[in-house]
């Protein structure tokens, strides 16, 4: 018993030292592993933020559709027959569509992105213009639905940083998303406010506080288009094989928004043909006050203008359209890299551990078999002693015990010296 539990006592040395050899390489591999992990669902998390903002952004598009024609519709003849009517009513059914769908996808991703409050603030602005919009007047109008489309940017931004994609670790990738959740949005806006100044299809009537906002948009517009041109020249300097993919859309995004705002900023912001009536400051004072416009009164090519900003928004969407699939593939290529890297670790963990109990098992089964030797061989001198007792005569036995060792050591070496019997 004492023998068997001294085999037991060192095969559990011989366990515990390869645990303590495995145990801190499991941990490391276990880290190594959930740290992959963890860039994975961030790289997941910012393709779901995507498929969120890409359905806002086509309501986005369809509230500044529907801006213009509330202003054109408002402002004219509303008889049945009338296309602006009917644009303007197929608008709205479209808004109260997308409405609808995004209701479904809200219900299934507010908990991850947190957009319970922002949302329904746009469906319940929505609800409210959708029942008095053709009661009030273009100025009221425009104010109600300039305050969704301001809401509508905000939960693209938020969106934006609740999805991870305001803080994508790669450089390119980083870039785009800078595009797709705060430059082109923001650049549609102003673009949209610019165009609005041509929605009455008459002489332009601007204030001088009008005109110094048109001022601000067009800088606003530029600035984003500079922003947009930089970062996308960086995200080709690292990835240059999406320049062919991107770079006609942004060259045609910047061609026309350049013309529009160039085109505005030069017949209507900074036209010197149109005079503003010459007043006195008081008047002028008193008409801000009642928010009088000083007419500027000119007959320029409205249709022409109209359509230039026209092309310049549809650009910067398709610019944004372009940009979403070249953005998807770069983090699915993240997502299948990390996986890849995921799987190595897993199967390089493995072929380890299948060394270590290799190695144990080894170790064991040599250990077991130079036991069950020793314990033969144990035997076998027993036998061979009490053979020697047995056979010798008793006067002939050793004095001494180290005399006995020294006739048994003689006995193994010699065993044809036993006495025949």
Do not use: C
């Amino acid at each position: 018993m004492i023998k068997n539990l001294k085999f037991i006592t060192t095969s559990a040395k011989l366990l515990a030292l390869v645990l303590v050899f495995i145990t801190p390489f499991i941990f490391v591999t276990y880290q190594l592993v959930s740290e992959i992990n963890v860039q994975i669902n961030f790289a997941h998390k910012e393709l779901i933020g995507i498929a969120y903002n890409q359905s806002m952004r086509q309501l986005l598009e369809q509230f500044q559709e529907h801006r213009l024609l509330s202003q054109l519709y408002l402002a004219e003849d509303s008889k049945p027959e009338n296309q602006t009517r009917v644009a303007w009513e197929n608008s709205r059914t479209k808004i109260s569509q997308s409405v609808q769908e995004i209701n479904l996808l809200d219900q299934r991703l507010r908990i991850n992105f947190k957009t319970t409050d922002k949302w329904t603030a746009i469906v319940k602005n929505w609800q409210n213009l959708l029942s008095q919009e053709s009661k009030i007047t273009p100025a009221q109008s425009w104010e109600d639905s300039n305050l969704i489309i301001t809401q509508i940017l905000s939960l693209i931004t938020h969106v934006g940083d609740t999805s991870n994609l305001s803080f994508d670790p790669a450089l390119d990738s980083y870039y785009l998303v800078t595009a797709l959740v705060r430059h082109i949005p923001k650049n549609v806006d102003s673009l949209d406010q610019l165009r609005a100044v041509l929605a009455p299809r008459k002489n332009i009537q601007l204030t001088p506080r009008e005109r110094a906002e048109l001022l601000v948009l067009y800088s606003l517009s530029k600035s984003s288009m500079t922003e947009i041109k930089r970062g996308l020249e960086i995200v080709f300097s690292i990835n240059p094989d999406l320049r062919p993919r991107i770079g006609f859309k942004l060259k045609e995004s910047l061609r026309s928004n350049e013309l529009f705002v160039a085109l505005m900023n030069q017949k209507v912001i900074s036209n010197d043909d149109i005079e503003l009536q010459k007043v006195d400051q008081e008047r002028v004072d008193s008409e801000q006050e009642t928010n009088s416009p000083v007419i500027a009164t000119i007959d320029p090519q409205l249709e022409q203008y109209l359509a230039h900003g026209n092309q310049a928004i549809a650009a910067q969407y398709q610019l944004y359209d372009a940009i979403v699939p070249a953005l998807q593939e770069l983090l699915q290529q993240r997502i299948d890299h990390l996986q890849q890297r995921k799987n190595q670790v897993k199967i390089f963990t493995l072929m380890v551990l299948a060394v270590f109990v290799y190695i144990f098992f080894a170790l064991a089964s040599n250990q077991r078999k130079r036991f069950h030797a020793e314990q033969s061989l144990r035997q076998q001198q027993e036998k061979t002693e009490m053979l020697l007792l047995n056979v010798l005569p008793k006067r002939s036995l050793p004095a001494s015990n180290r005399e006995m060792k020294r006739s048994l050591i003689t006995l193994r070496k010699s065993p044809s010296s036993l006495p025949t019997l």
